[in-house]
């Protein structure tokens, strides 16, 4: 009788000795992989929790506004329900009479369910509640809350920028860009200028100097970005150029990540002068000449001044071919207290600065991809992401020896610059696999 043949022994993972063998980098953005994907989920629950509280307490509302009107009843009624509540639901937190008055005035603020699913469900509890006491008109309220989930603002960011009137701030800077800049880039952009600039996390007395206000922005540059608004990716201040043999140098420049373009600050603690303007346009010139991309939409220009006369503004500007806006700031002497909180001590900002430097990091990648790419004579018909001009690369030729581990660092990078909060130790690991991904994009650059 012949025996069938045994099947094989299964394979055992190597142990001991080989377990050494595991590259540090390409394991750290495993786990750092992970970790990013743990933290998604674990948010996507806690949201899909409060959504569905948030509703439950709007149709409570919903419920008690509808019988105190049909049936006439008082306000006492709430105080009757609260204790009824809290006897039948002990384990439940937030069925007081207090809350239980939110949950009617918010049913009454937002009676179209729609609304509730899309927009105010999305926000926490006291993110509605901090809507409810501080704005009263309708179009207003919608808007802060739509910004706050945009953002992503805290609950004391949102109520500090209620109290700066940032509703009536947003868009009200003068600007040449309905005239320098094509429609849809001049509407955002025009969108996402302030006037005036609210920088009240500043204590500076009445005797303070340019370069004063400017260290003192750059101390707080987490507060500076969060009033500049989303998409504001920092790159330097004192940002030196030279032009004709001369030295000159742009007090802040950032980069929009949405309007893909350069944004050079000044900064003025005077009214503005029409000067102003023409030492703009030079900047801004030497700016697309020597910094832009060939990609990059018209980099754009935004005087900050102490002061401003709209027509002498509108002079200044209407002959200037370049896109500028003009900007009032205003500072507070005391700190608001609500938003004290929020404002990073220099510890908490030294911990906190390698998420700029993983934006500024993601450009610079960017760029020299982009420059290998042209290098090889590769052209992109539309705006692409790194991947796919890697994936591109690779069919053409060599690509960094660094390059897997880019891919798996790109989340984090791509995340720091959309305003995600990131790991700090993440955002290490990242920057240190873009530096060395970006040291091998320029061996290539030189030799293509």
């Given at each position: 009788?012949t025996l069938p043949p045994k099947s094989p022994a299964?394979?055992?993972?190597?142990?001991?000795?080989?377990?050494?063998?595991?590259?540090?980098?390409?394991?750290?953005?495993?786990?750092?992989?992970?970790?990013?994907?743990?933290?998604?989920?674990?948010?996507?629950?806690?949201?899909?929790?409060?959504?569905?509280?948030?509703?439950?307490?709007?149709?409570?509302?919903?419920?008690?506004?509808?019988?105190?009107?049909?049936?006439?009843?008082?306000?006492?009624?709430?105080?009757?329900?609260?204790?009824?509540l809290r006897l039948a639901f002990p384990e439940m937190?937030?069925?007081?009479?207090?809350?239980?008055?939110?949950?009617?005035?918010?049913?009454?603020?937002?009676?179209?369910?729609?609304?509730?699913?899309?927009?105010?469900?999305?926000?926490?509890?006291?993110?509605?509640?901090?809507?409810?006491?501080?704005?009263?008109?309708?179009?207003?309220?919608?808007?802060?809350?739509?910004?706050?989930?945009?953002?992503?603002?805290?609950?004391?960011?949102?109520?500090?920028?209620?109290?700066?009137?940032?509703?009536?701030?947003?868009?009200?800077?003068?600007?040449?860009?309905?005239?320098?800049?094509?429609?849809?880039?001049?509407?955002?952009?025009?969108?996402?200028?302030?006037?005036?600039?609210?920088?009240?996390?500043?204590?500076?007395?009445?005797?303070?100097?340019?370069?004063?206000?400017?260290?003192?922005?750059?101390?707080?540059?987490?507060?500076?970005?969060?009033?500049?608004?989303?998409?504001?990716?920092?790159?330097?201040?004192?940002?030196?150029?030279?032009?004709?043999?001369?030295?000159?140098?742009?007090?802040?420049?950032?980069?929009?990540?949405?309007?893909?373009?350069?944004?050079?600050?000044?900064?003025?603690?005077?009214?503005?002068?029409?000067?102003?303007?023409?030492?703009?346009?030079?900047?801004?010139?030497?700016?697309?000449?020597?910094?832009?991309?060939?990609?990059?939409?018209?980099?754009?220009?935004?005087?900050?001044?102490?002061?401003?006369?709209?027509?002498?503004?509108?002079?200044?500007?209407?002959?200037?071919?370049?896109?500028?806006?003009?900007?009032?700031?205003?500072?507070?002497?005391?700190?608001?207290?609500?938003?004290?909180?929020?404002?990073?001590?220099?510890?908490?900002?030294?911990?906190?600065?390698?998420?700029?430097?993983?934006?500024?990091?993601?450009?610079?990648?960017?760029?020299?991809?982009?420059?290998?790419?042209?290098?090889?004579?590769?052209?992109?018909?539309?705006?692409?992401?790194?991947?796919?001009?890697?994936?591109?690369?690779?069919?053409?030729?060599?690509?960094?020896?660094?390059?897997?581990?880019?891919?798996?660092?790109?989340?984090?990078?791509?995340?720091?610059?959309?305003?995600?909060?990131?790991?700090?130790?993440?955002?290490?690991?990242?920057?240190?696999?873009?530096?060395?991904?970006?040291?091998?994009?320029?061996?290539?650059?030189?030799?293509?």
């Amino acid at each position: 009788m012949t025996l069938p043949p045994k099947s094989p022994a299964p394979r055992r993972a190597k142990t001991g000795a080989a377990a050494t063998d595991i590259d540090p980098q390409s394991y750290a953005a495993f786990v750092g992989d992970l970790k990013q994907k743990i933290i998604e989920a674990r948010h996507r629950a806690s949201m899909s929790v409060n959504r569905e509280m948030i509703v439950l307490y709007w149709t409570i509302g919903r419920d008690i506004l509808a019988r105190q009107e049909r049936e006439g009843w008082g306000t006492k009624v709430v105080d009757r329900l609260a204790g009824d509540l809290r006897l039948a639901f002990p384990e439940m937190t937030g069925l007081s009479s207090r809350n239980l008055k939110y949950m009617r005035a918010l049913a009454d603020a937002w009676p179209d369910p729609e609304i509730v699913q899309r927009v105010v469900a999305q926000l926490p509890w006291g993110h509605n509640v901090s809507l409810l006491d501080a704005v009263k008109a309708p179009e207003e309220r919608a808007w802060y809350a739509r910004q706050a989930i945009e953002h992503g603002w805290t609950r004391p960011v949102l109520v500090h920028q209620i109290e700066s009137n940032l509703f009536v701030r947003q868009g009200s800077a003068l600007t040449n860009f309905s005239r320098t800049l094509p429609a849809a880039q001049s509407e955002l952009a025009q969108q996402l200028l302030k006037d005036p600039y609210t920088f009240d996390f500043l204590s500076l007395g009445p005797d303070m100097l340019e370069r004063d206000l400017e260290r003192g922005l750059i101390e707080h540059l987490r507060s500076l970005i969060l009033e500049l608004g989303k998409g504001f990716a920092f790159v330097e201040s004192q940002y030196h150029l030279e032009v004709g043999g001369q030295d000159y140098y742009l007090d802040l420049l950032f980069y929009h990540l949405r309007l893909r373009c350069f944004v050079v600050i000044e900064l003025k603690i005077e009214d503005f002068k029409p000067e102003f303007a023409g030492k703009m346009n030079f900047y801004l010139s030497a700016v697309d000449e020597q910094l832009r991309h060939p990609d990059d939409k018209p980099t754009i220009g935004i005087i900050v001044c102490k002061g401003r006369n709209e027509v002498i503004v509108e002079y200044a500007l209407r002959d200037s071919s370049k896109p500028m806006g003009v900007a009032q700031y205003q500072l507070s002497h005391a700190l608001p207290p609500q938003f004290a909180e929020d404002l990073p001590t220099v510890a908490e900002f030294a911990r906190e600065f390698p998420l700029m430097s993983v934006v500024k990091l993601r450009i610079e990648i960017e760029r020299a991809v982009r420059d290998l790419a042209f290098a090889r004579g590769i052209v992109f018909d539309r705006p692409t992401g790194i991947v796919n001009m890697l994936r591109d690369l690779r069919r053409q030729g060599p690509v960094p020896a660094s390059t897997d581990e880019m891919l798996g660092a790109l989340r984090v990078m791509n995340e720091a610059s959309h305003g995600v909060d990131v790991d700090s130790d993440a955002a290490k690991q990242a920057v240190e696999i873009g530096t060395i991904f970006l040291a091998d994009l320029k061996v290539l650059n030189a030799d293509d």
